[in-house]
């Protein structure tokens, strides 16, 4: 590795004249180097440092690095505007980096979240210079990746992330009492106004916020259309390292991204999915160790990624599966050559009607109830609604122990026998619901959980959907997040629906109105009928795999407790 020389700041200006701020990271070192660039809006010395390692680590492997401030933030001059100016201020970034004295003019992007995002806006305008990125934990479509989910606004994550900008923006501008109040909202989120999503303490402090927006666009529109990177990339295409989390909130982006990119591209499309939320990447996630190998390896992978397209050597990458998950349960990395795609396997739900009972009166079975429909009445009170624990739409997210929410009579639980032989699971995860409502409007929860043999429960899975009035179709067809694990013999799989996942998700009025239309007082009683058995059952389909025979599924060590 190389010396790294002392950081400096630099600054660039924009097509329109906007002064662009970034620290430079140079290795000290004979001869030209690519440039890897990240542009992010939380001031450039945070540099992502809380999942990767820190720029000078990446410029002792050869590289000169790049951490802007985007436009607006940090001491970059201009306007902040969410995701309004990445296209042009990427392009016009990357042009710039390709020419700083010692560049090779090869340019690579890093960066997770909003720093993956500026990654997609950049490539849109296919800067020459720009070879390769590696977006991590993105939006692709940002109405159902990134802002909703199954037509349901994310609200915790929405609404913290607002205050949060909100919060910087009071930094820059020196308002002390602007930014403590804010500061304190994002510690303690609270929904106490007559329109309980509407966040009057937002309005107050930012009334411009993108938040209100994405409220009022509830519709997949053309708002969307002209914002989501989606749109951009049509006809964009470049050797990408996609990075996930099987609990983070963007897991739907990362994978819609890679699917789409691999059905397409003539490059290397390459994806990583650990066991983490948005963030760390490390070993403990939710109420579980993962293990030692559950650490992240993304740093050293991006180095050989790197290597491999911005300097032209041989890492041995395109001998390994382009596909890495990490498997929970056995805690090992599996490859595989292509995402799995497997018919799915049928669990089929059936009940006593008392599902909402007890633990045992609620199964999943392999096969079908021929006995007439069994109806399971599910009444959600907007009073007490099903909290949030742990998945990956609330914090803290990752795997939490949920035996005791289970207990709530608000809550149906289906529960397989015991398993026989370890189950492993690798793909996307569909849950299809019979089921009716006395409201216009509801909304459906489903959290797939291992029940252990000592009787703890712990999420791995699970997924929401929005029925606004008038759009019930029935099945109910309610996504869940990709997984991959290995659920152990002696224990079993249950199936949890409720009407709520609160505050992850807006409490459902019932009415049919939009959230940002919904007041408190206007909240009823919702009640939902699940039916089992009969010519429409309700099921879960799983994509079990088997271990070591599954066409493309390979495994890199022996399972191991």
């Not at 600054?11 to 004979?30: K, Q």
């Not at 993105?138 to 915790?156: K, T, V």
């Not at 742990?390 to 207990?407: I, T």
Request: charged share 15%; glycine share 8%.
């Amino acid at each position: 590795m190389l010396k790294v020389r002392p950081k400096e700041t630099v600054s660039m200006l924009t097509r329109d004249r906007v002064r662009l701020d970034a620290d430079i990271y140079r290795p000290d070192g004979e001869g030209a180097f690519p440039v890897l660039l990240m542009r992010q809006p939380y001031g450039r010395s945070i540099a992502s440092t809380v999942v990767y390692a820190h720029p000078t680590w990446y410029a002792a492997h050869g590289y000169l690095v790049v951490i802007q401030d985007v436009r607006g933030r940090g001491t970059s001059e201009g306007t902040f505007k969410l995701f309004a100016h990445e296209i042009e201020d990427g392009a016009d970034t990357v042009h710039w980096a390709a020419n700083l004295p010692g560049s090779t003019g090869q340019v690579g992007m890093y960066g997770f979240s909003y720093q993956g995002m500026t990654q997609l806006y950049a490539a849109a305008a296919k800067p020459p210079a720009l070879k390769t990125i590696c977006p991590a934990m993105i939006g692709y479509d940002l109405y159902s990746d990134w802002a909703y989910e199954g037509g349901a606004f994310c609200l915790q994550a929405n609404l913290s992330w607002a205050i949060q900008l909100a919060a910087e923006t009071a930094r820059l501008k020196g308002d002390e009492s602007a930014h403590h109040t804010l500061a304190t909202a994002s510690k303690n989120l609270t929904l106490d106004d007559p329109i309980p999503d509407y966040s009057s303490i937002l309005k107050a402090f930012d009334p411009d916020s993108f938040y209100f927006e994405w409220l009022q666009h509830s519709e997949p529109d053309g708002y969307w259309e002209t914002l989501s990177p989606k749109t951009s990339l049509r006809d964009v295409d470049l050797p990408m390292l996609h990075i996930g989390g099987w609990f983070d909130t963007f897991l739907r982006g990362t994978m819609h991204l890679y699917k789409e990119m691999a059905s397409r591209s003539v490059y290397r499309q390459q994806l990583l999915v650990g066991p983490w939320s948005h963030l760390p990447w490390g070993r403990k996630v939710g109420a579980i160790d993962f293990g030692a190998n559950a650490v992240s390896p993304c740093d050293r992978l991006q180095i050989r990624w790197f290597d491999q397209f911005l300097k032209g050597l041989n890492t041995g990458l395109f001998d390994e599966p382009a596909i890495a998950l990490f498997e929970m349960g056995s805690n090992h990395w599996r490859t595989f050559s292509h995402w799995h795609t497997p018919n799915p396997t049928s669990y089929f739900l059936a009940s006593t009607g008392l599902a909402c009972i007890s633990a045992q009166e609620g199964t999943l079975t392999p096969t079908p109830d021929t006995q007439p429909p069994t109806p399971d009445t599910l009444v959600h009170d907007p009073w007490r609604p099903v909290p949030a624990i742990g998945g990956h739409a609330s914090g803290p997210s990752g795997p939490q122990e949920r035996a005791g929410l289970d207990c709530r009579t608000d809550v149906l639980t289906y529960s397989s026998e015991p398993l026989v032989e370890d189950l492993h699971l690798a793909g996307d995860v569909l849950v299809s619901i019979a089921c009716t409502a006395a409201t216009p409007s509801f909304d459906l929860c489903a959290v797939l959980s291992e029940v252990r043999s000592n009787g703890s429960v712990y999420n791995f899975t699970q997924g929401y959907i929005h029925i606004r009035a008038g759009q019930i179709t029935t099945p109910l067809q309610i996504r869940l997040q990709p997984t991959c694990i290995c659920l152990a013999k002696g224990n079993a799989i249950r199936l949890s629906l409720s009407a709520a996942c609160f505050p992850a998700y807006p409490v459902n009025a019932g009415t049919g109105l939009a959230a940002d239309e919904t007041r408190f007082i206007d909240q009823q009683i919702v009640t939902v009928t699940v039916t089992s058995g009969g010519d429409r059952p309700s099921q879960l389909l799983l994509p079990v795999v088997v271990s070591h025979l599954e066409p493309g599924y390979m495994t890199t060590a022996t399972t191991d407790r």
